[in-house]
């Protein structure tokens, strides 16, 4: 009986003392770890730069058209942005509006609203657009739009002091139902070409409708930007 009091007595010590050692260790464990978790920096999300987040930093556009969106009604903020050419940050070029694309850009100088004689005429200043970049004459669904939305647009134009959107205007069309059917691939690049397969679809939209052009019958020219979108960022 005595040996198995005392043996009791040795195992009631053994599991005080492992306890005891638990207790010790694991608290000083919980403390390391919360130590090193506090030393280390907070998570944060990875910064992006403007031009891989497809913007590009241009303080004095982006306030130009902070002040322009003030000016809009709600409905209208959002819907338009000003581009600019990646290798050419300082002036805009495209002015974005919905999913069109108006040039603002020819020969290194700002200009909204071009002006041309003929179907032949307007067909090169597509074709020259800027910097081996080609250009896209309105078709009418594209002109409505832009015509539907020219308050909001001028608010940006008469801010970058370039010509505003008319309704009074004339303007050329080429009447096909989408752009696409004007691409400059489907012509080879050759003004002459497309002349030839668009001579007869040009119109010209009058406040009154579209009409057919008379000969060096002068309207304004409206140039979309279609393709080359990798070398345009917003600002």
């Known amino acids: 009986m005595e040996t198995i009091f005392y043996g009791s007595l040795l195992l009631n010590a053994g599991l005080i003392l492992l306890i005891i050692y638990w207790l010790f260790t694991g608290k000083t464990a919980f403390y390391t770890k919360k130590t090193k978790n506090e030393d280390l920096p907070a998570k944060t999300e990875p910064e992006i730069s403007p031009v ?27 819907l338009i942005k000003i581009l600019v050419e990646c290798d050419k940050p300082e002036l805009p070029a495209i002015l974005q509006v919905g999913d069109l694309k108006i040039s603002i850009m020819r020969n290194r100088d700002n200009l909204s609203v071009l002006e041309a004689q003929t179907p032949l005429e307007a067909i090169c200043l ?61 012509f080879d690049w050759d003004v002459n070409v497309a002349y030839k397969r668009l001579k007869n679809k ?34």
């Open 126 to 186: 597509a074709r020259d657009g800027y910097d081996g970049t080609g250009r896209y004459i309105t078709v009418p669904s594209e002109l409505e739009y832009i015509i539907r939305h020219k308050d909001a647009i001028n608010v940006y134009l008469r801010t970058l002091e370039l010509e505003p959107i008319s309704e009074t205007a004339n303007y050329w069309v080429v009447d096909v139902e989408t752009g696409r059917n004007t691409g400059w691939k489907r």
């Open 52 to 78: 891989a987040a497809g913007h590009i930093v241009n303080e004095t556009l982006h306030a130009l058209s902070s002040a322009c969106e003030e000016k809009l009604p709600l409905h209208f903020r959002g």
């Open 202 to 235: 040009f119109k010209i939209r009058t406040p009154a409708g579209y009409r057919i052009p008379r000969d060096h019958q002068s309207a304004k020219l409206i140039l979309l930007l279609k393709g080359w979108e990798h070398l345009f960022v917003e600002v």
